[in-house]
């Protein structure tokens, strides 16, 4: 029988300062109920302030905080979920007003993290940026955490870690880090292999919700967990794509991005992207049906930068275009593609847009092949864009057309085969 899950019941409690318009400030607290859905939370009531400035003390202000006081004790909820980071201190203040778990953004990322990581690296990665996060934060917190046991923002560590001294999370800080060091030399190891056999590398890369694992899986008939939620895929997983000339590329599913992400999870989930950055091209996946599209956009791109790869080829493919939202307008208009990901045709199409854009970056040949070098005329067609394949029977030789990566070690058997 399968056991009934029970919500917690939520507040959410957001603050509009100059810096957001109206439009971003509610597609943020939109997406913040969004991640408390996911985090397994239901979202009573939102309570939402304009000010100046955040309320270096208490985030909101002393009025609002009252307003919000009598709403935790009237609807009985369990949590109260703020939509920015707060400062220690501002965890404690409201801690001393509010009978409720108080938890931010951060802290329901994270959460939804603890419960999203497979692998022992994401595991890892996921408790050293709660560990990090929590650190300055101990002080006063270790009577409100037995007093209000498990939920949302606590999983991950576990209670008797958190109360226990500082000396112990550093202990535990510099073990992960140890543990992840090891994992991160392996990956870099798998990786130089790859790059000295010289597949291909395509990374897929997006909002989070985009749809990146429906394609992946689609594309590479591999089985990465695909789910309509935010953050469903937290380990990168490595599978063969075949183009439609047969030519072999290894496609990479990555962790979803998304706006305001915690620095803690970027610096923790580094080496993860840095698979994205040994990539030859991007599929950066974008979500046509959602309202907020433009920004997703954006802020991929612009983590992106900040990752240093703005130099790698991209092709956008606009996903969900049998449900995109009525206002979708495509901003990128060099090298995109619209799909459905369930749809057959339409990835097909993918592949043919993605195999031209292969093709720009190789060189062409032309090439008599003799009739025994049956390996060669293997590699040829897995390994190079192989576009003419004839057999003159009087020379014995198989007339080779096609394109190749210049730096690929195929390129220099083809010399003594040239015209």
Known sequence: MEQEVILEKAILVGCQTQTHDDIRFQYSMEELASLTETAKGKVLTTLIQKRDRIHSALYIGKGKVEELKALVEELEVDLVIFNDELSPSQKRNLGAELDARIIDRTQLILDIFAQRARSKEGKLQVELAQL??????LAGQGIALSRLGAGIGTRGPGETKLESDRRHIRRRIDDIKTQLSVIVQHRDR??????KNKAFQVAIVGYTNAGKSTLFNRLSEADSYEENQLF???DPMTRKLILPSGFLTLITDTVGFIQDLPTALIAAFRSTLEEVKEADLLLHVVDMSS?????HEKTVNKLLENLDIKEIPQLTVYNKKDIKHPNFVPTSNSSSVFISAFDEEDRNELKKKLQGMIIELMEPYEVRV???????LSQLKNETILRELTFNEESELYQCKGYSLPDHQISGQLQKYKK
């Open 132 to 137: 990090q996060y929590l650190l300055p934060r």
């Open 370 to 376: 003799p009739s025994d070098e049956g390996k060669l």
């Open 232 to 234: 469903a895929t937290l």
């Open 190 to 195: 798998y990786r130089e292999r790859r790059k």
């Open 291 to 295: 309202e907020d599209y433009f920004q």
